[in-house]
């Protein structure tokens, strides 16, 4: 039962909706004790011949009344107990998202997708149960029971009702153990299907990639393994919820023997009138569902129990990166400074970068180049504080970004990120998804200016076109230009485009390029790439070799060092024209 302990929180909260709903659940199972009572009495009147068609009369309309006053109050603690859990559910998968939106992206690369959606699914529904289903059965098995255990010990027979009573405790030890062992499997059970989620998620995902590497087969045989064990684990669960029932029958079947036996005897013996039987055998009927309530409590709790705990265990994470005491609400601008000694991933000890002095006038325009894995991801991600630094410093406009809050701080920035993410919306939701209130006019200009409008009108539905989920239907061109439209829509203060033009024609990129600079004239731009053609226009280009700035300068400085930048721009140079040349022929 210590999910409702876990759960007092919430049910403070909602505290008049559970204590009306409780009212009338109560209400409800003193109303449903009255009709066998009636019929005792009925059975008792027509065995001394006393009843007359008036007082049949009367006592049917007395049960008819009995009946519309039991529809409105089963009516009201529904409303009210399965109305809260539903708010509970609510209540905790917006405190999940919220609590996804604050933690580190460190977070997210150990954590499978699949599995975070178990836990704002599956997980979640069950403590809903616990909340909605596990509250009736728990107030209804202990008033309904303790109400008829009460009224046939003071209305028929209290020495009847000891008797009756007395496997009980044999039930309780039972339903107990059993919990027990729902508990644990129920846990294991929502493990798999987490894995199970996450690999429909990738295999989804990477249906085109599965294709055309003719993987299905395989990909197939893994989820039929996944899904093989979801079941097994699931069936474990079954077993233990399938003996419930029959050992509550069971149960309740030696009760009723032991109330015919000995209720038969007081008959006989004329301490019991065969109404009084009547009524008894009738209110162990209405025992018998709370004594199956009580089982099905215990499968309820402990699935609850069982879920509330990984949700815990994932909103007790801690965030990595967090808003510094009395940071600053306002949106830095100025010029963008690197001074960091050192630097490595916080579980890493590896140095991803060291001796890194950058600074960046506002309006001018940074180019990061370099060999693959040469820190330049990291050197960018840094200004989004993805991860906060170990030593030295990083500011814009002389303020440190870690004194700046963070939402001050994005909103600084426009973001071009290598993996370009789109969602299940129309072209012109996600231009605007960082100003949804934009105007058509406004999405169609940074449309051209990421040379992709003309694109988007060759589309049958034109901005109005529904892209797949992460931008499938669309190629890696025409996803990284509306991913450049999106970021130029903000109009930031600094822009980053992290290698954001690798899948663009030569062409294509020096328009994107010249839009930028007129575009941009007062605002500061920094982009990383492998192609050098775009950054050759930058007004400081540095070089990364394994974290360090091996070459700084400008276009013309860097070719005149006859370094990494000059030999990789001849090369580059020498690739165009050959591509040129093949063209031609």
């Known amino acids: 039962m210590r999910i409702f302990i876990d759960l007092w929180w919430f049910f403070k909260q909602e505290r008049l909706k559970y204590s009306l709903g409780v009212l009338f659940l109560m209400l409800s199972s003193f109303l449903s004790l009255i009709p066998p009572h009636v019929v005792g009495v009925l059975v008792d009147d027509i065995r001394t011949k006393s009843l007359t068609p008036v007082l049949l009369g009367k006592w049917i309309l007395f049960l008819v009344i009995i009946g519309v006053i039991y529809y409105f109050t089963g009516f009201l603690w529904r409303q009210l107990i399965f109305g809260s859990s539903i708010i509970l559910a609510n209540q905790l998968r917006n405190d999940l998202y919220k609590h996804f939106t604050k933690l580190s992206p460190n977070f997210f690369q150990k954590r499978r997708i699949g599995d975070l959606m178990a836990h704002a699914t599956n997980d979640v529904n069950a403590v809903q149960g616990a909340a909605g289903e596990g509250i009736l059965t728990l107030v209804d098995s202990m008033t309904m029971g303790t109400m008829v255990i009460m009224t046939m010990s003071a209305l028929i027979s209290w020495k009847l009702t000891i008797i009756t009573l007395l496997p009980m405790p044999i039930m309780v030890m039972l339903t107990m153990y059993y919990g027990a062992l729902l508990h644990k499997r129920f846990g294991r059970a929502q493990a798999a ?42 069936i474990a669960v079954a077993k233990i919820d399938s003996l419930f029932d029959p050992t509550i029958t069971f149960i309740v079947a030696i009760c ?63 965030p990595e990166i967090t808003d510094k005491k009395g940071a600053s609400a306002k949106i830095p601008s100025g010029a963008v400074e690197y001074a960091i000694p050192r630097f490595h991933y916080p579980e890493s000890a590896a140095e991803v970068l060291s001796d890194i002095q950058i600074k960046v006038e506002q309006g001018q325009t940074l180019g990061i180049v370099g060999k693959t894995g040469a820190g330049k991801t990291t050197l960018l991600r840094l200004l989004l504080r993805e991860f906060d630094l170990q030593e030295g410093k990083l500011c814009i406009g002389g303020t440190s970004i870690s004194d700046v809050t963070l939402e001050a701080l994005r909103s600084a920035i426009g973001y071009v990120p290598q993996d370009h993410i789109l969602f299940s919306a129309t072209i012109a939701e996600n231009i605007a998804f960082a100003k949804p209130e934009a105007t058509r006019e406004e999405i169609e200009r940074v449309a051209k200016l990421a040379s992709i409008h003309e694109d988007i009108l060759h589309f049958k539905e034109g901005y109005e076109t529904i892209v797949g989920e992460r931008g499938v239907t669309l190629s890696g061109g025409q996803k990284q230009r509306i991913s450049i439209a999106r970021a130029l829509l903000a109009h930031p203060e600094i822009l980053i485009f992290d290698d954001s033009l690798s899948a663009v024609d030569a062409r294509t990129e020096v328009s994107i390029l010249q839009a930028l600079k007129r575009e941009r004239s007062n605002k500061t731009t920094l982009i990383s790439a492998h192609r050098l053609s775009a950054v050759e226009h930058a007004d400081l280009i540095i070089v990364l070799e394994e974290g360090k ?37």
């Open 549 to 585: 700035i091996i070459e700084q300068g400008t276009h013309e400085d860097l070719i005149e060092q006859h370094g990494w930048y000059a030999e990789m721009y001849a090369h580059q140079q020498l690739e165009s024209l050959v591509s040129e040349g093949g063209q031609k022929a």
């Open 193 to 234: 299907f987490s894995d199970l989620n996450d690999k429909v998620q990738e295999n989804v995902s990477g249906v085109r990639v599965i294709k055309a590497f003719g993987e299905e087969k395989a990909q197939i045989k893994m989820f039929q393994n996944a899904s093989r064990d979801v079941v097994n684990k699931n």
């Open 256 to 318: 009723y023997f032991l109330a015919l036996i000995f209720g038969a005897k007081y008959v006989v013996e004329g301490s019991m009138t065969i109404g009084g039987l009547t009524s008894f055998t009738l209110y162990l009927g209405q025992l018998v569902w709370p004594m199956l309530a009580f089982g099905f409590l215990f499968n309820i709790v402990e699935r609850g129990s069982a879920s509330y705990d990984r949700i815990r265990k994932l909103l007790a994470i801690k």
